[in-house]
């Protein structure tokens, strides 16, 4: 691509980038600026000084643009909020679950004092519940989870925000680094269902040991 | 042979409401002798304090993980013959190796159901 192709390409980008201006304008101006410094720099300085300006400009660009996106309430607001919405989820699924166990034990109490089909039947409908209850621990486990990656994403955008000059990076205070644990490669919690391995999965597996 | 239902079994959950679901479903099989801890170090100390026969325990809990509890119960002269069953939703096969070469008796990935809780529970107390 020729110097003039080049040309053509940039000002095109400008005429996205600033649809109000003018190229004229545009190469007026770089015109001039070039004219005052003829005989100061050479042909390939002058370029290179051209192509730091356009970067310079470039960067300040991208960050009026991310002033422009207020990135700082996606930490501030947005993420807090999503956070302090699963927690009240763990909460109230916890206060739910303890009422229904509250109410399973009475119902086993009553089977205790029956005999016969009546006791059994009653018996098998509380264990059912019993075994479906354990959901509040899975369902836990899977939101701390998803409360662990959005504080990633927090911790990630903060930095770019601090990085590209938003207002918030002099003041968040350091995000100190997780100490890894030393079994962490093992603490996944619960895998998705689709790939995860049964319990006939890991009879097998621990078959295969004897 | 019978198993021995008035031994004395810890279990181990950070979670409350999962204590007393296996609480609940061991005193439907008629193990009503159940103790409760919510991490490993506080199993760990209930053990050396007490005398247990069995010991059902999750894995992921701070500070200290079902797998330590595992580990120094398999280091204590005292209690390294106490049969114990790693209760846990992690399900990855390295867990799994990790816990057998570590000594556990049995192996339930959780959500798990009543039946599979009866069936291991007799398969490691036979088996000792």
Same mark, same amino acid.
């Given at each position: 691509?020729?110097?003039?192709?080049?040309l053509?390409?940039?000002?095109?980008?400008?005429?996205?980038?600033?649809?109000?201006?003018?190229?004229?304008?545009?190469?007026?101006?770089?015109?001039?600026?070039?004219?005052?410094m003829?005989?100061?720099?050479?042909?390939?300085?002058t370029?290179?000084?051209?192509?730091?300006?356009?970067?310079?400009?470039?960067?300040?660009?991208a960050?009026?643009?991310?002033?422009a996106?207020?990135?700082?309430?996606?930490?501030?607001?947005?993420?807090?909020?999503a956070?302090?919405e699963?927690?009240?989820?763990?909460?109230?699924?916890?206060?739910?679950?303890?009422?229904?166990l509250?109410?399973?034990?009475?119902?086993?109490?009553?089977?205790?004092?029956?005999?016969?089909?009546?006791?059994?039947?009653?018996?098998d +409908?509380?264990t059912?519940?019993?075994? +479906?209850c354990?959901?509040?621990?899975?369902?836990?486990?899977r939101?701390?989870?998803?409360?662990?990656?959005?504080?990633?994403i927090?911790?990630?955008?903060?930095?770019?925000?601090?990085?590209?000059g938003?207002?918030?990076?002099?003041?968040?205070?350091?995000?100190?680094?997780?100490?890894?644990?030393?079994?962490?490669a093992?603490l996944?919690?619960?895998?998705?269902?689709?790939?995860?391995?049964?319990q006939?999965?890991?009879d097998?597996?621990?078959?295969?040991?004897? | 042979?019978?198993i021995?239902?008035?031994?004395?079994?810890?279990?181990?959950?950070d979670?409350?409401?999962?204590?007393?679901?296996?609480?609940?479903?061991?005193?439907?099989?008629?193990?009503?002798?159940?103790?409760?801890?919510?991490?490993?170090?506080e199993?760990?100390?209930?053990?050396r304090?007490g005398?247990?026969?069995?010991?059902?325990?999750?894995?992921?809990?701070v500070?200290?993980?079902?797998?330590?509890?595992?580990?120094?119960?398999?280091?204590?002269?005292?209690?390294?013959?106490?049969?114990?069953?790693?209760v846990?939703?992690?399900?990855?096969?390295?867990?799994?190796v990790?816990?057998?070469?570590?000594?556990v008796?049995n192996?339930?990935?959780?959500?798990?159901?009543?039946?599979?809780?009866?069936?291991?529970i007799?398969?490691?107390?036979?088996?000792?």
């Open positions: 691509m020729g110097d003039a192709d080049r053509a390409e940039r000002l095109s980008e400008i005429r996205v980038r600033y649809p109000g201006s003018q190229p004229e304008m545009v190469a007026d101006v770089v015109h001039a600026v070039l004219a005052t003829s005989g100061d720099l050479s042909a390939q300085e370029s290179l000084l051209a192509e730091v300006e356009a970067l310079g400009k470039t960067i300040a660009s960050k009026a643009e991310i002033a996106l207020r990135v700082d309430d996606i930490t501030d607001n947005h993420i807090p909020f956070t302090d699963l927690d009240a989820i763990v909460e109230h699924t916890a206060t739910a679950t303890n009422a229904i509250n109410s399973c034990e009475t119902l086993d109490d009553v089977a205790g004092s029956l005999t016969g089909e009546p006791a059994s039947k009653l018996q +409908a509380t059912q519940i019993y075994e +479906a354990s959901f509040q621990d899975i369902t836990g486990q939101i701390t989870k998803v409360v662990a990656t959005l504080k990633t927090e911790t990630k955008v903060a930095q770019i925000v601090a990085t590209f938003g207002r918030s990076g002099g003041n968040r205070a350091p995000v100190e680094a997780e100490e890894a644990h030393p079994e962490a093992l996944n919690g619960p895998q998705h269902p689709t790939v995860a391995m049964d006939s999965d890991i097998k597996l621990l078959a295969s040991f004897e | 042979m019978p021995d239902k008035s031994m004395n079994v810890l279990i181990v959950d979670y409350k409401t999962m204590l007393r679901i296996i609480r609940n479903l061991l005193k439907q099989i008629e193990f009503n002798n159940v103790e409760e801890a919510t991490d490993g170090a199993a760990l100390a209930k053990l304090a005398n247990f026969g069995l010991v059902i325990s999750d894995w992921n809990m500070p200290m993980t079902g797998l330590q509890l595992l580990q120094e119960v398999r280091a204590d002269a005292r209690l390294k013959a106490t049969p114990f069953i790693m846990t939703a992690e399900s990855k096969t390295e867990n799994v990790a816990a057998k070469q570590a000594g008796s192996y339930i990935v959780k959500p798990f159901n009543a039946e599979t809780l009866r069936d291991k007799e398969k490691v107390l036979n088996h000792g």
